[in-house]
């Protein structure tokens, strides 16, 4: 079998929508030799990976399922004593496999780099169907839809959509761009999207005409949109609307910062909360944020705020309690502060290229703390 084919049969396996016909065709390519197991497992250890950087695996309902599946399998077919041991086999290797590296998850150490690497979250681009891929940044491919038909092409860490398909209705694919990475968009329109840690987009993988151009946010955004007067674009996110006709600007919508914002560099937007629908006009410098129930707009420095897309962090007058959230995003850890008065001092500095220790030593100029860095966890006492 080609090996598009066995991965769509290995997911319609593990996602229990398999039937018997193909349960059996994977069965006999599990007997025809070892290589063929090995690349079965290698597949489960990758879908355990991408559940994990989901936050999806459940280990109790990974039993339940396996319990399940063994019952199904015993009442609806009655197959020979090899072919059964083969199913349960293969079913018991995806619970296993999940279940080994749960644990070993669960106990990483940070200098060892092959579980490091275990650890590590993915990229990953779901389809309009619920299918999920893995994207790799060294890549260069086509991306294709359910049916098989190039929709884009990847080429590294970047994806670019082609505006020649021919549907009559939005289909939606949704990045998710994992803390400690970057990705960048052309969407089919033109429009260019950068895309920081820990977020999710998404999107049409082709704007209708007579409709709204309009994306879902979860994270943070920077857009260069195309202009198109007939097809306004709108950016929505838990708190907030942004809608433009063509322009730049950034649009902040993580949950763990507590505050929606979009800030324009260039061009006119309309900002509106979703709570009390008010409105308001941004101007080139300006800054809309949702907070404390209402919209509010102030006079800000952008750079402050589009800085990451060049893989910078700057902070101007940043309490400590807000650069946490950055760098726990940027370096993939998580940052736990027992020093109180931490949180009380102000920073304005700018870093490009430093790791997470570099830009701690920086933070204890401002004022002394001690810190260690154990399982990707920063842990900050007083000195």
């Given at each position: 079998?080609?090996?598009?084919?066995?991965e769509?049969?290995?997911?319609?396996?593990?996602?229990n929508?398999?039937?018997?016909?193909?349960?059996?065709?994977?069965?006999?390519?599990?007997?025809?030799?070892?290589?063929?197991?090995?690349?079965?497992?290698?597949?489960?250890?990758?879908?355990?990976?991408?559940?994990?950087?989901?936050?999806?695996?459940?280990?109790?309902?990974?039993?339940?399922?396996?319990?399940?599946?063994?019952?199904?399998?015993?009442?609806?077919?009655?197959?020979?004593?090899?072919?059964?041991?083969?199913k349960?086999?293969?079913?018991?290797?995806?619970?296993i496999?999940?279940?080994?590296?749960y644990?070993?998850?669960?106990?990483?150490?940070?200098?060892?780099?092959?579980?490091?690497?275990?650890?590590?979250?993915?990229?990953?681009?779901?389809?309009?169907?619920?299918?999920?891929q893995?994207?790799?940044?060294?890549?260069?491919?086509?991306?294709?839809?359910?049916?098989?038909?190039?929709?884009?092409?990847?080429?590294k860490?970047?994806?670019?959509?082609?505006?020649?398909?021919?549907?009559?209705?939005?289909?939606?694919?949704?990045i998710?761009v994992?803390?400690?990475?970057?990705?960048?968009?052309?969407?089919?329109?033109?429009?260019?999207?950068?895309?920081?840690?820990?977020?999710?987009?998404?999107?049409?993988v082709?704007?209708?005409?007579?409709?709204?151009?309009?994306?879902?946010?979860?994270?943070?955004?920077?857009?260069?949109?195309?202009?198109?007067?007939?097809?306004?674009?709108?950016?929505?996110?838990?708190?907030?609307?942004?809608k433009?006709?063509?322009?730049?600007?950034?649009?902040?919508?993580?949950?763990?910062?507590?505050?929606?914002?979009?800030?324009?560099?260039?061009?006119?937007?309309?900002?509106?909360?979703?709570?009390?629908?008010?409105?308001?006009?941004?101007?080139?410098?300006?800054?809309?944020?949702?907070?404390?129930?209402?919209?509010?707009?102030?006079?800000?420095?952008?750079?402050?705020?589009?800085?990451?897309?060049?893989?910078?962090?700057?902070?101007?007058?940043?309490?400590?309690?807000?650069?946490?959230?950055?760098?726990?995003?940027?370096?993939?850890?998580?940052?736990?502060?027992?020093?109180a008065?931490?949180?009380?001092?102000?920073?304005?500095?700018?870093?490009?290229?430093?790791?997470?220790?570099?830009?701690?030593?920086?933070?204890?100029?401002?004022?002394?703390?001690?810190?260690?860095?154990?399982?990707?966890?920063?842990?900050i006492?007083?000195?």
């Amino acid at each position: 079998m080609a090996v598009n084919i066995m991965e769509q049969l290995f997911i319609k396996f593990i996602t229990n929508q398999a039937t018997s016909h193909e349960i059996d065709a994977l069965t006999e390519w599990l007997e025809a030799n070892t290589a063929n197991q090995k690349v079965f497992n290698d597949f489960v250890k990758i879908n355990y990976t991408v559940d994990y950087a989901l936050h999806t695996f459940d280990l109790d309902a990974a039993k339940k399922k396996l319990l399940q599946t063994i019952k199904q399998e015993r009442s609806m077919f009655f197959k020979s004593r090899v072919q059964s041991y083969l199913k349960y086999a293969a079913v018991l290797l995806v619970f296993i496999s999940a279940f080994y590296l749960y644990q070993k998850n669960g106990g990483l150490v940070a200098d060892d780099p092959v579980l490091l690497n275990e650890k590590e979250q993915l990229i990953t681009l779901q389809s309009d169907n619920g299918s999920i891929q893995v994207i790799n940044p060294d890549n260069i491919k086509n991306v294709t839809d359910k049916s098989g038909k190039i929709i884009g092409k990847q080429d590294k860490n970047k994806i670019v959509y082609s505006g020649e398909i021919d549907e009559q209705h939005l289909l939606y694919n949704t990045i998710n761009v994992p803390n400690g990475k970057r990705f960048e968009l052309i969407l089919s329109d033109g429009t260019n999207v950068h895309l920081n840690s820990g977020t999710s987009l998404r999107y049409p993988v082709r704007f209708i005409k007579g409709e709204n151009r309009q994306v879902f946010l979860d994270g943070e955004a920077f857009f260069d949109v195309t202009k198109d007067p007939r097809h306004p674009f709108l950016v929505s996110s838990a708190d907030m609307n942004v809608k433009v006709l063509g322009t730049k600007f950034n649009v902040t919508s993580y949950v763990k910062d507590a505050k929606t914002s979009a800030v324009l560099v260039e061009g006119k937007v309309a900002a509106s909360d979703h709570l009390n629908k008010e409105e308001v006009i941004l101007k080139p410098g300006n800054r809309a944020y949702f907070g404390d129930k209402q919209l509010s707009v102030e006079a800000v420095d952008v750079r402050k705020y589009v800085a990451w897309v060049s893989g910078e962090l700057m902070f101007i007058d940043d309490s400590f309690g807000v650069i946490t959230n950055k760098l726990e995003r940027k370096f993939n850890v998580d940052i736990v502060n027992k020093y109180a008065e931490l949180n009380n001092i102000v920073v304005t500095a700018t870093f490009k290229g430093e790791n997470i220790e570099q830009v701690l030593r920086t933070f204890q100029t401002y004022k002394d703390f001690n810190y260690t860095i154990k399982n990707k966890v920063v842990t900050i006492t007083k000195p």
